[in-house]
């Protein structure tokens, strides 16, 4: 009995291993991310597009014309093993469009690294890249099929040779996916730290309240989300979201997330100011920080066209990657 019940330890044992090894790394530096966009779910029409695999190489496309479809389909050429796509963040990519009445090819990156695009993906784009590629892992390949209405509104596209009843055929290569948020464990405040309190919208936007007392006068910073990415080095090209507020007057200045678009920025001395440098350089990929900066590691007493002189400035940080 007692080796039946050891035998029977050692398999569950191995099991709850087998299991760990099966699951994907990358997710835990997404772990609990939502999806903003709603993946498409049929696929019979884009299985007919031919694609070769080889993210090394130039995609070989082919495919019978004309086709199209009642709905955005989207077919994994090639599975990166990568963070995957949720919505509502930037991505950098390789892509090729082609003509689906005509098989024409429209425009095409060169598949080499030299010219990929980088985009922010949300809910709403025409063509709906953010819902086609939900789901999507970094290093994959994948062929998406736009009909007429969702590529370009059933009206064409004249420039092109595109007709109103033409749709659109996209082979992507996922070179980089971007956190959508700061995502990790929950920090408290530090004992001492300056009374400001930041409250995170669901959409990861960020607001503050900064209490009606003198600015301090020594930088202090913070860690909100503890991530659990690399970890950012002097030097790095680092992707982020900040808000930037005046401790007088409680007024934001400046913010990535109005103008709906990411920082990207290296990490040297001269690109940003001191405390601003200082709160991002150690900080792991997927962390929330707040900074609040005396003017001596600001802008000091001369300021800029948004921001006064001897200003205190108060910027909460999402970390979302290194480039």
Wanted: with cysteine; net charge neutral.
């Amino acid at each position: 009995m007692r080796k039946l019940l050891a035998l029977a330890a050692t398999v569950a044992t191995l099991a709850a291993l087998s299991g760990c090894a099966a699951q994907n790394p990358a997710d835990a530096l997404t772990q609990g991310a939502v999806a903003a966009c709603q993946a498409p779910t049929a696929h019979a029409n884009v299985d007919q597009i031919k694609v070769s695999g080889d993210l090394k190489k130039v995609p070989e496309v082919d495919f019978a014309t004309p086709i199209t479809a009642d709905e955005v389909e989207t077919k994994v050429i090639t599975e990166g093993t990568g963070q995957k796509i949720f919505g509502n963040q930037k991505v950098k990519l390789e892509l090729a469009v082609y003509n689906g009445g005509s098989k024409k090819q429209l425009l095409s990156t060169k598949f080499d690294g030299s010219d990929a695009t980088a985009m922010t993906l949300a809910p709403g784009q025409i063509p709906d890249f953010c819902g086609a590629l939900s789901g999507v892992r970094e290093g994959s390949r994948v062929a998406v099929l736009y009909p007429p209405k969702f590529a370009h509104n059933a009206q064409g596209i004249a420039d092109l040779g595109v007709k109103a009843t033409d749709s659109l055929v996209f082979v992507f290569d996922v070179l980089k996916v971007y956190l959508p948020m700061a995502l990790g464990d929950e920090k408290s405040l530090p004992v001492g730290f300056p009374a400001v309190n930041v409250v995170r919208a669901s959409n990861g936007i960020p607001g503050i309240t900064i209490p009606k007392t003198a600015a301090p006068t020594t930088l202090s910073i913070a860690t909100l989300i503890q991530g659990r990415g690399d970890t950012v080095a002097m030097g790095d090209n680092v992707t982020m979201h900040y808000s930037g507020f005046l401790w007088d007057g409680h007024t934001k200045f400046d913010s990535s997330w109005d103008k709906g678009e990411p920082l990207s920025a290296k990490m040297e001395d001269g690109g940003l100011i001191k405390g601003f440098l200082k709160a991002v350089v150690g900080q792991k990929v997927g962390s929330q920080v707040v900074a609040v900066i005396p003017p001596a590691e600001g802008y000091g007493a001369a300021g800029n066209s948004s921001i006064p002189g001897n200003a205190t400035l108060v910027f909460v940080i999402d970390i979302l990657g290194i480039n």
